[in-house]
């Protein structure tokens, strides 16, 4: 899940297998937490498979491109950040 092309981004990865709505809302919650669009609302958050994730050579460390993308529009909640034990 990486925050929308405007603002800095950063990536959430969920692992597993067939990967609920639920928790694709609850990962684009958190990646927009973290990035400088977490006082906003209606944040749009980009999220697809790994498997389209590529880092171009000699790309800077964190500097991914990626295809076949949805978006998702949330409002940042940290909350998600805590984890239950």
Do not use: C, W
Not at 39 to 62: L, M, Q, R
């Amino acid at each position: 899940m990486a925050p929308y092309k405007k603002h800095s981004r950063l990536s959430v990865i969920v692992k597993g297998s067939n990967i609920g709505d639920q928790t694709i809302i609850e990962a684009a919650e958190l990646a927009a937490a973290y990035s400088k669009a977490k006082n906003s609302s209606n944040v749009p958050v980009d999220y697809t498979e790994v498997k389209y994730v590529k880092k171009p050579s000699g790309a800077k460390p964190g500097m991914v491109i990626y295809t076949t993308n949805k978006t998702v529009f949330v409002t940042p909640d940290i909350s998600k950040a805590k984890r239950e034990d």
